[in-house]
T-cell receptor, first 117, second 113 residues
Framework: GAVVSQHPSWVICKSGTSVKIECRSL??????MFWYRQFPKKSLMLMAT?????????EQGVEKDKFLINHASLTLSTLTVTSAHPEDSSFYIC?????????????FGDGTRLSIL | AQTVTQSQPEMSVQEAETVTLSCTYD???????LFWYKQPPSRQMILVIR??????QNATENRFSVNFQKAAKSFSLKISDSQLGDTAMYFC??????????FGQGTTLQVKP
């Protein structure tokens, strides 16, 4: 089945550091990818929709300059948390939709646990 | 705007018994999809079952089945013959043509031996 690879799975870094998270579709093309944030024992909150070759669409309340999204190819989207602070610590998950299978479910990456010290 | 509501934060069931998780949603759209996802402690998102809104027949996947009531905007998940491996957080989710997934608050299910 379709696979989405998310990297890194876990990162710990100092406050003020910028952290890049990658989301790759391994065996299909994804014109659209989605980025979610999840706090412990809470639901997934959609942060933004990543569109290949164009600007991302951010949900209300999500800071565009804090969470930079780039979707430069049909198989890769990146989320960069800029100047990260402890309040940015969370679990981030990406998902991708197969370009040729718009009526099929999204495929999720395994998530990235981000801890800012 | 679409919303998804799961009113049961936590539930428990004895192994081999049946449990039903509730979900309601709100939308003005006519064409959409509904899903149940399972998130075990590993935090992987695992698709359990999906339902197309235009289908009247309730979806079934082995021990998992749904009761889809379109007029009532209700989409409950029934787990039969519960197993210890079913212990997880379960999310109900909605999507339409935008592709965005809107999740409910989640229900933590504990299967007891």
């Amino acid at each position: 089945g379709a696979v989405v690879s998310q990297h890194p799975s876990w990162v710990i870094c100092k406050s003020g550091t910028s952290v890049k998270i990658e989301c790759r579709s391994l065996d299909f093309q994804a014109t659209t990818m989605f980025w979610y944030r999840q706090f412990p024992k809470k639901s997934l909150m959609l942060m933004a929709t990543s569109n290949e070759g164009s600007k991302a669409t951010y949900e209300q309340g999500v800071e565009k300059d804090k969470f930079l999204i780039n979707h430069a190819s049909l198989t890769l989207s990146t989320l960069t948390v800029t100047s990260a602070h402890p309040e940015d610590s969370s679990f981030y998950i990406c998902s991708a939709r197969d370009f040729g299978q718009s009526n099929q479910p999204q495929h999720f990456g395994d998530g990235t646990r981000l801890s800012i010290l | 705007a679409q919303t998804v509501t799961q009113s049961q934060p936590e539930m428990s069931v004895q192994e081999a018994e049946t449990v039903t998780l509730s979900c309601t949603y709100d939308t003005s759209e006519n064409n959409y999809y509904l899903f149940w996802y399972k998130q075990p402690p590993s935090r992987q998102m695992i698709l359990v079952i999906r339902q197309e809104a235009y289908k009247q027949q309730n979806a079934t996947e082995n021990r998992f089945s749904v009761n889809f009531q379109k007029a009532a905007k209700s989409f409950s998940l029934k787990i039969s013959d519960s197993q210890l491996g079913d212990t997880a957080m379960y999310f109900c989710a909605f999507t339409s043509n935008t592709g965005k997934l809107i999740f409910g608050q989640g229900t933590t299910l504990q299967v007891k031996p």
